[in-house]
C-alpha cells in the first residue's frame, strides 16, 4: 500500500506541510503558525505515495483520550483528487488507530466532505458549527 508513516521533523514532514498548506490553508488566506506545527511532533502523520510523483495526499492523527482518536488535515493533491487517495488514506488511518488500540475515529468534516465521510460509515454527531469560517460538522465512527 503507497501509504507510509512520515517522521516529525523529516524532509517528508515538509512535504506534507507544504500540501496541506497548498490545499488546507492558502484557499482560506491562512498559513501555518510555527509553534501550531510543533505541536505536531506527537501526532501520527500518514502520508500516500505515488511511485511516479511522491506525496499526493497526507492526514494527522492525533489521539483525544485513550479511546478515541482525532482524524485532522486531510489533504490530496489538486490533481489526484478524485482517484481514491483520501478513501486509502482513511482506511490506513482506521487501521493504525485501532493497531493502536484506539476504537473510536472522529473529525471535524468540512461541509463539502459530508457526503465522502458518510460513504465510508461516519456519522454526524451534534449540530453544525464553524471552523476556521467554513461550516463543519463533528464526524465519528466506531472502528473495528
Known amino acids: 500500500m503507497p501509504v507510509i508513516e512520515i517522521e516529525f521533523g523529516t524532509p517528508e514532514y515538509d512535504e506534507s506541510v507544504a500540501l496541506r498548506d497548498t490545499i488546507l490553508r ?30 499526493m495526499g497526507c492526514l494527522i492523527l492525533s489521539s483525544v483520550d485513550e479511546n478515541t482518536m482525532k482524524m485532522r488535515q486531510v ?18 488511518s482506521e487501521e493504525k488507530a ?5 476504537n473510536k475515529m472522529m473529525w471535524h468534516a468540512r461541509e463539502t466532505a459530508i457526503p465522502f465521510y458518510e460513504k465510508l460509515g461516519y456519522k454526524i454527531v451534534g449540530k453544525p458549527f464553524t471552523e476556521v469560517n467554513i461550516p463543519h460538522a463533528k464526524m465519528q465512527k466506531t472502528l473495528k
Open 98 to 102: 485501532a493497531e493502536l488500540g484506539y
Open 26 to 55: 492558502k484557499p482560506l488566506n491562512m498559513s501555518f503558525d510555527p509553534d501550531v506545527l510543533a505541536k505536531e511532533w506527537a501526532d501520527i502523520h500518514l502520508g500516500y505515495y505515488d511511485n511516479n510523483f511522491g506525496l
Open 75 to 92: 489533504a490530496v493533491a489538486t490533481r489526484a483528487q478524485g482517484l481514491g487517495i483520501g478513501k486509502q488514506l482513511v482506511l490506513a
